[in-house]
């Protein structure tokens, strides 16, 4: 399996300012075929399913606010919110769907 | 409109076998490519994916819990079954199923999810 690693495991940040989560995978996610990572970020509000925020690494989610972006390639992977909103409160989590079974890194929890 | 909803027992007793039922509108699970999947997430800790059912039967699961895992489809109903036998308090989790996004394997609608507590 696939073991994807999210650091810091927390975070505070003020609003307005801009919020970094890592994730790191055991292998590379970048498809030879395609180009393109197979890697997903996901973002979880208390008492709600996660809400997919980004997939292809980089592409964003149809509705999904331009302030949130992923980038990295290979097995090195960040996601960033430019200036953070009270609403982007939540746990984020990034999942490889590169091999299976799917996996997912152990969640960052963001908080201001 | 995608939805999905899970539905069953909140209380199993060790030993015991759960089925979790997942109803869905919104897509066929007759359309090629299409896929419902089942995650879990114990209270505090992080997403485990278990299972997926595709449009043909064909079936995946997750390799540390195969051997009690099954998961079946009824397309009439718009359902897919998910079984977990030998219950351990280990297993309290919240249960999702997901949509997946055609020929790929994230998730891009989720049911609220169903919380499945392990005691005796």
């Known amino acids: 399996d696939i073991v994807m690693t999210q650091s810091p495991d927390s975070m505070a940040v003020s609003l307005g300012e801009r919020a970094s989560i890592n994730c790191k995978s055991s292998q590379s996610l970048l498809s030879s075929t395609n180009h393109e990572n197979f890697l997903a970020w996901y973002q979880q509000k208390p008492g709600q399913p996660p809400k997919l925020l980004i997939y292809w690494a980089s592409t964003r989610e149809s509705g999904v606010p331009d302030r949130i972006s992923g980038s990295g390639s290979g097995t090195d992977f960040t996601l960033t919110i430019s200036s953070l909103q009270a609403e982007d409160v939540a746990v984020y989590y990034c999942?490889?769907?590169?091999?299976?079974?799917?996996?997912f890194g152990q969640g960052t929890k963001l908080e201001i | 409109q995608i939805t999905l909803k899970e539905s069953g027992p909140t209380l199993v007793k060790p030993t015991q076998t759960l089925t979790l039922t997942c109803t869905f509108s919104?897509?066929?699970?007759?359309?090629?490519?299409?896929?419902v999947g089942w995650v879990r997430q114990p209270p505090g800790k992080a997403l485990e994916w278990l299972a997926l059912?595709?449009?043909?039967?064909?079936?995946r699961y997750s390799p540390s819990l195969k051997s009690r895992l099954t998961i079946t489809k009824d397309t009439s109903k718009n359902q897919v079954v998910l079984t977990m036998t030998n219950m351990d308090p280990a297993d309290t989790a919240t249960y999702y199923c997901?949509?997946?996004?055609?020929?790929?394997?994230?998730?891009?609608?989720w049911g609220h999810g169903t919380v499945v507590t392990v005691s005796s």
């Open positions: 059912i595709f449009w043909d039967d064909d079936k």
């Open positions: 999942q490889q769907y590169y091999s299976i079974p799917p996996t």
């Open positions: 919104g897509f066929s699970l007759n359309t090629d490519g299409v896929g």
């Open positions: 997901a949509h997946r996004r055609l020929q790929l394997w994230f998730f891009d609608y």
